[in-house]
Structures are given as structure tokens and as C-alpha cells.
């Protein structure tokens, strides 16, 4: 037997289905654009040190409402992923935009002559240190959470938000005027700029596209520390740029997020499958389906013992005494989940149209669980299960996670391997898969994804436990990884890595396919020295050695 902790990481991290967000690509370093714009080789030693004096002594020059932080900056060290830590040499903490366009402006002023880059953090969900800047500047962007948010109401609402605001308080502000956006991560306390330099993926994905498809407008700050306000029609090839770019281009200070109608409440629904290409049939059928469910995710389960007696303390099974017969120990089940819209009023019209839609399913009958939550509490869920565990010292721990587009054609190829024969005992986390609509994605973002009209987000959000060398240490799962990547190049399944993390030039390359010159042509435009975002080691900083 594990430990109780353990034991609970086990048992109920199947709710931590967080975010996919938002967070990022690649391993920190000093990593930018060299004068031909070609892509640095990384390399493994740290840069030299800087002369901590002179950095000091410089960014004290800087105009500011706020203020830099030189010492006890560890914090931002530290991400979600608890895998690296490069400490910057300076923190700041912005009062206004101008503050981070000064700040930018006077290290761009410096020239080649200096190592500083700078990295934008939000909330600190990054997980391979993407938003840390080793020996540079990281701006706490949180620190504009005090710009007030505006909601417009009308023919076509939104909401205007500083780019460190966390979507959690967007709920909050625009349900107050019965609106809220429309397309969601699975975990709240993220923030806007963060989301919006990958993409920003959840269950609404399907109907409404992610994140970067519902924003009108987007304030930017460049590499050279110029403000620019950017949309469809105004300075449109840095608002597609930033729109999924990893934040090479320029900070994202303000946005302006489409919003819909709110309903109160969900109908929280979740089946089970033993068949893999069953669960994909259904799930494919739902997000073609026209007045389908509002959210629809999946999930994949492996060997888990009393999985339905764990959801019952937040579900409630339509035949209770079929559901006590279910065994789902030593197997891999594919569980659907689904969430319809509804208000109080509309309960009956609602139950029927839920009634039809799942009648064309084909899961376990036994496995038929509901619940009825606000719309709150849904999309707050995952926050329930982050408290739960730092209370018992399970969250700040390592999440070597791995989240990856897969197109259609290939998923059951995917599955047969990777369920098959990679990972078969245990998964150490929860494995999201479900399918999107190419339609609903504006490929004019930064952001790739595979060339067909569905493809799969299949995410593994894995935790490892420290200290640990078996199966749910940091190496196991690091080298499973690295299985899961190996066969999907060996087999050329046309996978794109989400929030990617590649390590060298060729990778990078493939990755952006056909985009990559238009993406490196941006970075000349936008960033010519190569200071923003320097933890996604896509581009390295010339530096002038003489």
C-alpha cells in the first residue's frame, strides 16, 4: 500500500484536468535570435554571469510608476512544471503599461552589448520555465490586475481586461451583467496574456474554436517597447503574431474578449467506454452534431480501482444498482464527458434534449452518471482539487506534462500504441483526448496545428513524486514521454505538439512547417534583438563580445 498522499494524488487527480493551456513551450535559457535568424543549438552550460552591480545600477535609470525587485526573487524561479530554476536579476512589478514599455525600451536601447531579456509571468502555471528569464527581467504581470475591467453590453458584447488578469475574476466581473466568454481553459486562475500566447483549450473548443479565436483587440507591447493596439483590421499581422506566439513578438497588456450570453447552471454528465474506437465514433458524431452539448471532453482511465464509487461524491449514477455491479479495475476505459447549458426555467426542455442526445451513444448503460452544478462551480472545478491537494503537499511538485495534436486519421493508431503497449499499468495523472473542428480555428494565429478538418487534443498531465526512481518518479515519466514522441515520429502520424518543446533547430523547424519563415520574419520585425520570451529557446540574442 502507498501512502495516504499518495493515495490521494492517485485517486483524485483524475479532477485536475487543468488547463492545457495555457502554458507554454520549451526549457529556459539564454536563447534568442542570432543576426542571420537562424535558430540557436542549445547547449546545455549557462551563459556567464552578468555584472549584477551594472544591471542594477542601469535599470534604476528606468522611469516607473512600479518598482524592480534585485533581491528574494526566487519565486520567479519556480512554475508549475517544478522542473527548472533560473533566477533572474531583476523582478518588476508594473503600475501602468508604460512601465513595461520603458523597461523594454531602455534594454533594447542597450543593444547587443547587453545579455538582458525579458520574460512575462502571470499566475505561474508555466511548466517547462517558459516565463523565466536566467539572469534577465520577469515582469510580475499580475501587478495590472488593478487595471479596471469594462464590459461592454449590446448587438456584440466583450469585456476590455488587463493582461494580467486571471479569467477566474473575467467570470466573476461579466456574470454580473449575465454575459461571460465563450471558450474556456479547464483551470481559472490563469491569465489572460498567458493563455492567449498559446491558444487557451477546453471543452467549448469544438463549438466556439479556443482562446485566441474570441478576441476583438489586443494592446502589445514589442521587443523595441512600443505600445501598439492590434486587431483584424489595425496592425493585423502582430495580432495574429501574438495570437499563439509563444510571446515572441511582444507582451500582451490588454484584450478585448468576445463574450455570450451565461446561463446559471450545468447538467454535468460523465459515460464510460471499453472500446477506444466507440468513444472517438460518439465523441466525433456529438461535436458534428448541431444543438450538441456545450462541452464535450473525454478522458482516458487505466487500471483504476472503485472509479465509480469516487465520482459518486460529486455525481449520482441513473441505475444505482448497475453502477454497484461495474468493476473497472485492471482496465483501460475511455470515460465522455459532456456538460449542457441550462436556466432554472428550462429544466424540462433541457432533460429532452439531453434525453435525445445521449440515446444516440453507444457507452456502458451502467456508467451513466449526472450531476447538476452551477456554472460556477463547473468551471471552477478543477480549483476544488488544487486546494485539496496543496493542503496535503501534492500540488508544488514536478508536472512533466505532454499535450499534443493528433489528426483524425491517425488517432486509433495513436491509441492502440500508446494504451497498448506504453503506458499500461498506470498513468500518473489524467489523459485528456478529445476531438475539435479545424472550422472553428483561425489558422491565421501563430499557433499550428495538424492539417486535417478534426484532430485530437490528447493531453498527459502527469505528476512525479520526488525523490521517487520507480514508475512515478520524474524520470520514468520523462522517458515514457519520450517513448510517446518517438513513435509518433517513427510512425508519421502528423502529431503537433501543443505548447511545444523542442530542442533543436530541425524540430523547431518542422514544427512550424511552412509558418516557420513568416514566423522568423515577425521576430526580425517585431523583436530584432531576440529580448522577449528568452524560456521558449526558440531564438538566441546576438551578443556582442567585443
Request: proline letters at 5%.
Amino acid at each position: 500500500m502507498g501512502s495516504p498522499a499518495l493515495i490521494f494524488l492517485k485517486h483524485n487527480i483524475i479532477y485536475l484536468k487543468v488547463f492545457i493551456i495555457f502554458f507554454l513551450s520549451c526549457v529556459p535559457n539564454r536563447t534568442n535570435l542570432c543576426p542571420n535568424h537562424s535558430l540557436a543549438t542549445l547547449k546545455v552550460q549557462r551563459p556567464p554571469r552578468l555584472n549584477s552591480t551594472n544591471i542594477v545600477s542601469s535599470l534604476e535609470t528606468v522611469g516607473l510608476d512600479g518598482y524592480f525587485s534585485f533581491e528574494n526573487n526566487h519565486h520567479a524561479a519556480k512554475d508549475f512544471g517544478n522542473m527548472y530554476h533560473f533566477l533572474p536579476s531583476a523582478v518588476l512589478h508594473p503600475k501602468s503599461v508604460q512601465d513595461i514599455s520603458n523597461t523594454i525600451r531602455h534594454i533594447y536601447e542597450m543593444g547587443s552589448a547587453s545579455e538582458l531579456t525579458v520574460a512575462a509571468r502571470g499566475h505561474g502555471h508555466s511548466t517547462q520555465g517558459q516565463a523565466q528569464a536566467h539572469q534577465g527581467v520577469v515582469i510580475n504581470m499580475e501587478s495590472l490586475q488593478r487595471l479596471e475591467m469594462q464590459v461592454h453590453t449590446g448587438k456584440t458584447p466583450y469585456v476590455d481586461v488587463s493582461g494580467g488578469e486571471l479569467w477566474i475574476n473575467i467570470l466573476h466581473e461579466t456574470l454580473k451583467h449575465g454575459l461571460a466568454p465563450k471558450s474556456w481553459t479547464d483551470y481559472l486562475h490563469l491569465t489572460v496574456g498567458g493563455t492567449l500566447s498559446n491558444a487557451g483549450i477546453s471543452g467549448q473548443a469544438f463549438q466556439h474554436g479556443p482562446q485566441i479565436s474570441n478576441v476583438y483587440q489586443l494592446e502589445v507591447v514589442t521587443g523595441k517597447g512600443e505600445v501598439v493596439t492590434c486587431s483584424e483590421k489595425k496592425n493585423t499581422d502582430l495580432f495574429y503574431g501574438v495570437l499563439g506566439g509563444l510571446g515572441q513578438f511582444g507582451i500582451i497588456t490588454r484584450a478585448r474578449i468576445s463574450l455570450g450570453p451565461a446561463p446559471k447552471m450545468v447538467k454535468w454528465i460523465r459515460v464510460l467506454y471499453s472500446d477506444f474506437s466507440i468513444f472517438t465514433k460518439d465523441q466525433e458524431q456529438l461535436i458534428s452534431s448541431e444543438n450538441s452539448f456545450d462541452y464535450i471532453e473525454g478522458f482516458t482511465i487505466i487500471n483504476r480501482t472503485g472509479l465509480l464509487n469516487n465520482w459518486r461524491s460529486s455525481f449520482r449514477p441513473k441505475d444505482p444498482v448497475q453502477a454497484n455491479q461495474f468493476s473497472s479495475d485492471g482496465r483501460t476505459l475511455y470515460c465522455l464527458e459532456m456538460v449542457k447549458h441550462f436556466n432554472p426555467d428550462d429544466t424540462k426542455t433541457v432533460n429532452q434534449s439531453i434525453e435525445n442526445l445521449l440515446s444516440k451513444l453507444s457507452y456502458i448503460p451502467s456508467t451513466l452518471f449526472l450531476s447538476e452544478v452551477s456554472y460556477v462551480e463547473f468551471l471552477d472545478r478543477v480549483h476544488v482539487s488544487e486546494k485539496k491537494l496543496q493542503a496535503k503537499g501534492l500540488w508544488e511538485i514536478p508536472h512533466p506534462w505532454l499535450n499534443l495534436f493528433v489528426p483524425k486519421s491517425r488517432i486509433s493508431d495513436f491509441a492502440e500504441e500508446i494504451f497498448g503497449n506504453i503506458l499500461t499499468d498506470t498513468s500518473n495523472g489524467p489523459i485528456l483526448i478529445y476531438p475539435v473542428n479545424q472550422s472553428k480555428w483561425n489558422n491565421k494565429t501563430s499557433l499550428v496545428t495538424p492539417d486535417e478538418d478534426v484532430f485530437y487534443l490528447v493531453a498527459f498531465l502527469t505528476s512525479a513524486m520526488p525523490s521517487s526512481t520507480g514508475t512515478d518518479g520524474l524520470a520514468h515519466i520523462l522517458t515514457q514521454n519520450k517513448r510517446i514522441l518517438d513513435f509518433c515520429a517513427t510512425a508519421e502520424l502528423g502529431i503537433k505538439q501543443y505548447l511545444p518543446h523542442y530542442n533543436t533547430q530541425e524540430e523547431w523547424q518542422a514544427h512550424f512547417g511552412l509558418h516557420w519563415n513568416a514566423f522568423v520574419q515577425r521576430k526580425s520585425a517585431y523583436d530584432p534583438l531576440a529580448i522577449l520570451a528568452p524560456g521558449q529557446r526558440i531564438f538566441r540574442k546576438a551578443i556582442r563580445t567585443s
